[in-house]
T-cell receptor
C-alpha cells in the first residue's frame, strides 16, 4: 500500500465550478501537508501549506486536513481555465528530507 | 532567469551510456534534491543533500549517483543508462528543516533507447 493515495483523474469540470481534490494517507506521523500545482512542461510549485488539522484559505483555494481520518482536500472555488494543471498532494515529517508525494490529479477546466 | 536551472532539458541516449544531469541554483539554499517523475507514480526521491559534505540516498537511488560540487550545484549521474530510467527528472531546493516548501527546476526529460 502506498503511503499517499491520490486519484489520478483526469478530472474535467466547467468554468466556475467548485473543484474538490483529495488524498488519503496511511502514516499518522506526517506533520505537515502541502498541495503543489504543476503546469505542463513545468516543475511543481507550492500552492498551499498546512501544519495542522483544519482549514486554510488563500483566495479561491482552501486546503483542509483531517488527521483523524488521514484525509486531505483542496477546494478550488470559481474555477478558471488557468487552473488547468496537475495537482499533487505532499506530506512531510519534521525534517524536509522526507516529503512524500501523491501521484497527482490532472485537472481540466472547460471554458 | 530561473532560480533553479537544469541542463539538459531534453536528452535521448542509448542503453549503457553514461549520462549526467546538472542542476544549479541561485536561491542560496543549502538543501538540494533530485526527484524522478513517472506517469501515475508521482515524484520519487532519488538523492538529497543538506550541504556540500552531505549526501543521502532517497527511495530509488539504485543505478544513480550524485555529486555536490558547491552549495549551488548538484549533479545526477546515470552510470549505465537503462530504458526503465526513461523519465522526467527534477532538481529541487529547500531552505531547511521543518518546512515542506521545495523549489523545483523545470525538469530534464531523459529517454533511454
Amino acid at each position: 500500500q502506498k503511503e499517499v493515495e491520490q486519484d489520478p483523474g483526469p478530472l474535467s469540470v466547467p468554468e466556475g465550478a467548485i473543484v474538490s481534490l483529495n488524498c488519503t494517507y496511511s502514516n499518522s506521523a506526517f506533520q505537515y501537508f502541502m498541495w503543489y500545482r504543476q503546469y505542463s512542461r513545468k516543475g511543481p510549485e507550492l500552492l498551499m501549506y498546512t501544519y495542522s488539522s483544519g482549514n486554510k484559505e488563500d483566495g479561491r483555494f482552501t486546503a483542509q486536513v483531517d488527521k483523524s481520518s488521514k484525509y486531505i482536500s483542496l477546494f478550488i472555488r470559481d474555477s478558471q481555465p488557468s487552473d488547468s494543471a496537475t495537482y499533487l498532494c505532499a506530506m512531510g515529517y519534521s525534517s524536509a528530507s522526507k516529503i512524500i508525494f501523491g501521484s497527482g490529479t490532472r485537472l481540466s477546466i472547460r471554458p | 532567469d530561473a532560480d533553479v536551472t537544469q541542463t539538459p532539458r531534453n536528452r535521448i541516449t542509448k542503453t549503457g551510456k553514461r549520462i549526467m544531469l546538472e542542476c544549479s541554483q541561485t536561491k542560496g539554499h543549502d538543501r538540494m534534491y533530485w526527484y524522478r517523475q513517472d506517469p501515475g507514480l508521482g515524484l520519487q526521491l532519488i538523492y538529497y543533500s543538506f550541504d556540500v559534505k552531505d549526501i543521502n540516498k532517497g527511495e530509488i537511488s539504485d543505478g544513480y549517483s550524485v555529486s555536490r560540487q558547491a552549495q549551488a550545484k548538484f549533479s545526477l549521474s546515470l552510470e549505465s543508462a537503462i530504458p526503465n530510467q526513461t523519465a522526467l527528472y527534477f532538481c529541487a531546493t529547500s531552505v531547511g528543516a521543518n518546512t515542506g516548501e521545495l523549489f523545483f527546476g523545470e525538469g530534464s526529460r531523459l529517454t533511454v533507447l
